[in-house]
């Protein structure tokens, strides 16, 4: 428990703060550190800062022994954690999970911020490509992605969760993943990022066309199958120029096949005459009056 204003400095592999309360305000300021905040209660402000040198003391720049590679800090887990108390400036997502924190939406992400992305490149699978969107993505979705459950092909390149025990070692589904992407879409437009929103308002939206387990959502589904194929949920203009020309050329051939008429039609007027009964049939020649 940490009942007083606390400022933590320190160049370590891990630093692990699970179950710790906060009572006041604290600053870590880190180096090297994969940080796990799981379950740790946070009652007031509480920044977690990737400390870009060596810290300085009384004899010099603190010795980092043992440490090499990349000085970043890295969020394992805010499981548990009420969000709308902490502060990330310059750290690493890449493997944070989220599921289980409370008031994503109020979570401050400061700085460069990195998250995990799709997976890049083409993979030729029985004969057919697959593209997978770039896009930024939680270490959750490419869990889940990963999962028995999914064809091979689908499976390819999505990195599967660390083996684990307990209620957590299963990740969460399309329905979670949703409200996930939706709440940390709504940081990212209070924080002004509004590249990061729609990456993560793409990411929501798929979760919930990919949620096959509300059976009353089956139209929507299918209107949001649509609206994927599309345009990319209004978020691709590639694609919705690719359906463009498509539609464009298909004009163009069906012109080229069948054409238009070669002549107007022309009037036609038709009657009785009132003395005989005799049929009338008038035909107006172009440029006729």
């Not at 204003?5 to 179950?19: F, H, M, Q, Y």
């Not at 997976?119 to 930024?136: A, H, K, N, Q």
């Not at 390819?156 to 969460?172: L, S, V």
């Not at 979760?207 to 209107?223: C, H, Q, S, T, V």
Request: with cysteine; glycine share 8%; net charge positive.
């Amino acid at each position: 428990m940490f009942a007083v204003p606390v400022t933590i400095e320190d160049a370590a592999v891990s630093v692990g703060c699970l179950r710790t309360r906060w009572e006041s305000t604290a600053t870590l300021r880190l180096r090297y550190a994969a940080v796990d905040l799981s379950d740790a209660v946070v009652t007031q402000p509480i920044a977690v800062i990737a400390h870009t040198a060596p810290f300085a003391t009384l004899a010099g720049p603190l010795a980092e022994t043992g440490l090499a590679g990349d000085a970043g800090v890295r969020i394992m887990s805010l499981r548990g954690v009420d969000a709308a108390f902490v502060v990330l400036t310059n750290t690493d997502l890449t493997q944070c999970r989220f599921f289980g924190a409370f008031h994503l939406d109020q979570l401050r992400l400061e700085g460069e911020t990195v998250f995990a992305r799709t997976p890049s490149g083409i993979d030729v699978r029985r004969g057919f490509p697959l593209r997978w969107t770039d896009r930024l993505a939680l270490a959750e979705e490419h869990h889940w992605r990963a999962l028995p459950i999914h064809r091979p092909r689908l499976r390819a390149r999505w990195t599967p969760a660390p083996q684990q025990q307990g209620p957590a070692a299963r990740p969460p589904g399309p329905p979670a993943l949703a409200s996930l992407y939706w709440q940390l879409r709504k940081a990212f437009e209070d924080g002004k990022d509004e590249p990061g929103a729609a990456d993560f308002y793409y990411a929501e939206t798929e979760m919930r066309r990919l949620d096959r387990r509300r059976r009353r959502n089956r139209a929507e589904r299918g209107l949001l199958t649509g609206y994927w194929a599309l345009s990319g949920y209004g978020l691709r203009a590639s694609r919705a120029l690719a359906w463009l020309a498509l539609a464009m050329n298909a004009t163009v051939l069906t012109l080229m096949m069948w054409g238009l008429p070669t002549n107007d039609p022309k009037p036609r007027t038709t009657g009785t005459l009132p003395a005989t009964g005799q049929a009338l049939a008038v035909t107006e020649n172009a440029g006729s009056r």
